[in-house]
């Protein structure tokens, strides 16, 4: 068995692999300069100690909305003179209800919050005591979308400013979803009162150039072929525009090279990491994804398996599946499950999601179809999320 000293002893394609994290915020974000100035336009106010407007930042996945705003936090600290403002970061996807929200904004102002048994009203009031001595707080919600009471959220926190004598609260929300507010009450909606801000995919040549800034970084000189950083870019940017994809492709090229005792990253070893990184996303992705997403994955995945009903009829292109079947059967899994169905409005919300993250491809019926319904294709391959989505949902066993 290797010790470390002989694996660190190796010569290695990487010079810092930590640059090739899609978490890694670089000094420079290509593309993105107009974006950080609006949104520091936006938020500048409270450096002034005045109460900015909320903000909501939209964008698929990977197109540096939180590398931007992280990069804003640091400036912002860094001009903060005095504690009359403050810029907090909360990550939804761990913080998803208004009790822990609240609880991790108040956490380094009130130490007694590491105790259970604090209830909402507690901490209600302890936030309205923190920002009534002057403070402008700015609160980042970032993937907000996957709060379980988004509507309580944003209706506790924007109407606390009515309460606050000198200070005030603001929201600066990130999402993937450009739907995300038409769940909300009509009255948190309307006191949001906010800028909208969308990030757009990048393109090909945006991703090549945001490749070879990495790739100097992160690979030692000469080892990365030109060709290699050309297909990352081309494959990524037919996919999605993400440039987490991307820089997982660079990485896992890499790999791939190494494993092969290769001192040179070629286009070769791209496509041959294309498949693992569309696997461990598919993955990640997936199995964030709330229960009722997972039970209508799950639903697709088996009928495209086990073969559609209408899959004979004229007019329905091969893969496809009529939305009708598919609810069927996730009113079937739901009740294996011992789970209440959602409703037909529900479910179609589900689908959207499912699309837009790129799981699923949902077409509306063409001509030679009776009525209109909605066809439904699989995007990953449906054995593979089987395999993702069955044990979550029955365990290791169906």
Known sequence: MPGFDQILSKRSIFKDVTVLSPHFVPKDLPFRERHISEIMTVL????KC??????????????????????????FEGYRKDKGSSMQYVNCRIYNSRYRILQRILRDYVPELDKSG?????LYEKLIELASTGVQMVIVLDEVDMVKDLDELVYTLTRSNDEIKKGGVSIVGISNKLSFKDALDPRSRSSLYETEMIFEPYTAEQLQKILLQRVDAGFEKNVVEPA???????????????AR?????????????????????????VESAR??????????????????????????????LTGSKYSRLEGVESGFLFSG?????????????????????????????????????????????????????????????????RPNLFGVKE
């Open 228 to 242: 290699a950083v050309n297909l990352a870019a081309a494959i990524t940017s037919q996919e999605s525009g993400d």
């Open 118 to 122: 604090f209830g909402l009203p507690f």
């Open 50 to 75: 005045q109460k900015p407007r909320n903000l909501i930042i939209y964008g698929k996945t990977g197109t540096g909305k939180t590398c931007c705003i992280k990069k804003i936090m640091e400036e």
């Open 245 to 269: 994809f991307a820089l997982k492709l660079l990485n896992k090229a890499g790999d791939v090279a190494e494993q092969e005792g290769r001192m040179k990253l070629t286009d070769h070893d």
């Open 44 to 47: 500048s106010p409270a450096l």
């Open 275 to 304: 498949k693992m990184v569309e696997l461990d996303l598919t993955m990640e992705t997936v199995n964030t994804l709330p229960e009722m997403h997972q039970i209508v994955l799950y639903a697709i995945a088996s009928i495209t």
């Open 325 to 389: 079947e598919v609810y069927e059967e996730y009113e079937n899994t739901c009740k294996k499950l011992r789970k209440r169905p959602r409703s037909t409005r529900w479910y179609k919300e589900y689908l959207n999601e499912l699309d837009m993250l790129g799981l699923i491809t949902t077409t509306p019926s063409g001509k030679g179809i009776r009525g209109q319904t909605t066809l439904i294709k699989m995007g990953p391959s449906p054995a593979s999320i089987m395999e993702i989505v």
